[in-house]
């Protein structure tokens, strides 16, 4: 009886022991999560080694790293939406400043012809600030993840030409005529014939190929080339020197390869391709070499 009394009171401060250490690890825990800053990198440690202890401490651990990226990527998120509205702000500001000052211009000129060209350069800076609030417009569709693009089976090289007609007054006042190589173009009796087709939309591929076109005629120097090869389209053109652009950031919203030279767009336009083009299930890449800058669009082929 003595032995078995023994035992059970052994048994006892064994439990107790037990409990006081799982409550001492708890306590720690507790302890460490009180006086610890949300964005640290704390790590929870286990002194009591059951598989219990382990699990929980394994589940803690994991759930504070998921709070730290995820406050990681809000403190960017928020870093770069200010960013995006000092840059949006200004580049809103800068058209609207220049159509507003030749309005006041306008309104003291009695010359016709004066009067004429003022109003010409009014409807360039509209034209331009119209540009930068469309960019706008698609880069926050894009933001959104629910956002989706209905595509079907198109034929680029039609499309392409209904945007060059758009652009034939700015491709001829800049001295770019585009040289054009599609299937189509191999025999001028065969223009109407069928071209190799991709999965597309019709309204994004527009935006696709005057963002590009755009960019060719604010950063190029002189000649654009556009061509199909399969399910893939490419844009050349040459860049002047020093202003070559970081092929690894040019789709990155916002990014300008030279910001100290004043160009009517957002920054966005690359970004805005590479988005529509992810949209469409496709890809997007960039290369330069010997002063030429090449995009690369890959649809997925029909």
Known sequence: MTWICAGLVIALLLLAADRWRCERQLLEWAEQLEETDENSNLRLGVSVRSRGFLRACRAINERLEKGRQAGILLENADRELKSAITSISHDIRTPLAGASGYVQLLEEEERPAQRRQYLDIIKRRLADLENILEELFVFTRLADGEYRIACES???????CDVLAGFYTRLVESGVEPELHFV???DEKQTDAPGIMVHASEE?????FSNLIQNALRHGSGRLEIGQAGSRLWF????ARGQEPDADRIFDRFYRADRARHTAGAGLGLSSVKGLMEKMGGGVSAQ???????????????
């Open 288 to 302: 330069v070499e010997d002063g030429q800058l090449t995009v690369w669009l890959l649809f997925r082929e029909e």
């Open 204 to 208: 994004a591929m527009k935006r696709i």
């Open 236 to 239: 050349s053109n040459p860049v």
């Open 154 to 160: 198109l034929d680029p090289f039609p499309v392409l």
């Open 184 to 186: 189509q173009m191999a």
